[in-house]
């Protein structure tokens, strides 16, 4: 599922919003290739249960947002050095949230562990970096989004089929038309799930006749609990934990999908980060794990199982999988990753990037809104600094280095 919207640029401007509400003869006229294709999609769906009046009534006056198709390609958990990444998304901020959230809904988060087996912290985990626990939903309207991507860029058929899916849940009353936004690609609700996800894994938790993952929270977390289950979650079982590999480790055996036995890790020198054995508190050694170095052999190093694939399934990169499972980690009081990443520049929290915003603007800046998003304003203001300053190299990134040299 596409979870970009969470570190990406999330709003449409507000030209393009009203342009959303025009009337229908006013976006064909403007854009007849954009028309052409709402009519090409308009018979795909009826084949695919849209009713014609339910499409008609939900694309009127529907035009393109050409801003998401750069998106496509820039995707933060590929483009975002992982210290950066995590920084920002595994912060204090969002521990201190997530432990209130485990202790407001501690009823219904037994209630789902219960049910579907996944434990409060990962569910809640989940929560915190989808949506920062329901305050980030996205601002892109999202039968736009999915109607521009449908007709043009690139992966047209996957997007025509979650755009046709969205219209399904519209007319089964599952989700509401007005107001609703999403990600730039289509995910939404307080988990971020996309529509064709939503179709098929979402649940009536609190039975109240419909599938709510936008306004119901009982609904959104059993819902990615029942997810996680549904990805092959073993419940009572680790994600994984930190470990050390000896000097001189073939890095090559690393990797997500390179499976073998823990006790081969042990044979090779692999020991949990505090020096004792891998094989220990009740994990076999037959257990099926991979060894991953998400910074190469210099950084921290962790050996993980079954349920870390589970969560790298809700998005297919591993720097968003280790934040899941590190929030979670937290969350139950724990401390990963112990071992430094390989930077002498870390990333900064979302409250050190507020606090260089403050500073940018105190020189002059126009950034715009102090709140610890690094968007395109704040990273020009801040390459003009490192120019400024002469420290390199000047591009713009937000760390460790430029926060300093500004305070002083």
């Not at 999330?10 to 030209?15: I, K, M, R």
């Not at 901020?93 to 959230?101: C, I, L, S, Y």
């Not at 047209?156 to 399904?168: A, C, D, K």
């Not at 054995?277 to 794990?289: C, F, I």
């Amino acid at each position: 599922m596409f979870r970009a919207a969470v570190l990406a640029c999330l709003c449409a401007s507000p030209a393009l919003q009203a342009s959303a509400q025009a009337p229908a003869s006013t976006a064909s006229a403007a854009d007849p290739a954009f028309a052409r294709c709402l009519s090409t999609l308009r018979q795909d769906a009826a084949g695919k249960g849209v009713g014609a009046a339910s499409f008609d009534r939900f694309t009127a006056g529907l035009v393109p947002d050409r801003s998401v198709l750069a998106l496509l390609d820039a995707q933060p958990e590929f483009t975002t050095p992982i210290w950066d990444y995590l920084a920002g998304l595994v912060d204090d901020e969002r521990v201190a949230d997530g432990r209130a959230r485990l202790a407001e809904h501690a009823e219904l988060l037994a209630r789902i562990e219960a049910r579907y087996g996944v434990d409060p912290a990962t569910v809640v985990a989940v929560w915190g970096v989808e949506s920062d626990y329901g305050r980030i939903f996205g601002k892109r309207p999202l039968l736009v989004s999915l109607a521009t991507l449908s007709c043009e860029g690139r992966r047209q058929p996957f997007f025509r089929g979650e755009f046709i899916t969205t219209l399904r849940l519209l007319q089964a009353g599952d989700i509401q038309a007005e107001g609703l936004t999403g990600s730039w690609a289509g995910a939404f609700g307080h988990t971020q799930f996309m529509p064709s996800t939503y179709e098929r894994i979402a649940v009536d938790f609190d039975g109240d006749g419909r599938r709510d993952l936008v306004g119901n929270i009982p609904d959104a977390l059993a819902s990615t609990a029942n997810y996680l289950k549904q990805s092959g979650w073993r419940s009572g079982q680790p994600w994984g934990f930190e470990v050390r590999v000896p000097q001189g480790f073939d890095a090559s055996l690393a990797g997500r999908t390179s499976r073998r036995p823990l006790s081969e890790w042990a044979a090779r020198g692999v020991r949990r980060f505090d020096g004792s054995p891998l094989v220990a508190n009740g994990v076999a050694a037959d257990t099926r794990s991979a060894l991953l170095l998400p910074a190469g052999p210099r950084g921290p190093a962790f050996v993980v199982f079954r349920n870390y694939d589970a969560i790298y399934s809700y998005n297919a990169a591993e720097s968003y999988a280790l934040a899941i499972a590190f929030l979670a980690e937290r969350l139950r009081g724990g401390n990963v990753p112990q071992a430094a990443w390989p930077t002498d520049d870390p990333g900064l929290s979302r409250a050190l990037r507020r606090e260089l915003q403050t500073l940018l603007l105190a020189r002059g800046h126009d950034i715009g809104e102090v709140d610890g998003m690094i968007g395109t304003n704040t990273r020009r203001a801040i390459q003009a600094e490192q120019q400024r300053l002469g420290l390199q190299p000047a591009d713009g990134r937000a760390g460790v280095r430029i926060l300093e040299a500004l305070r002083r």
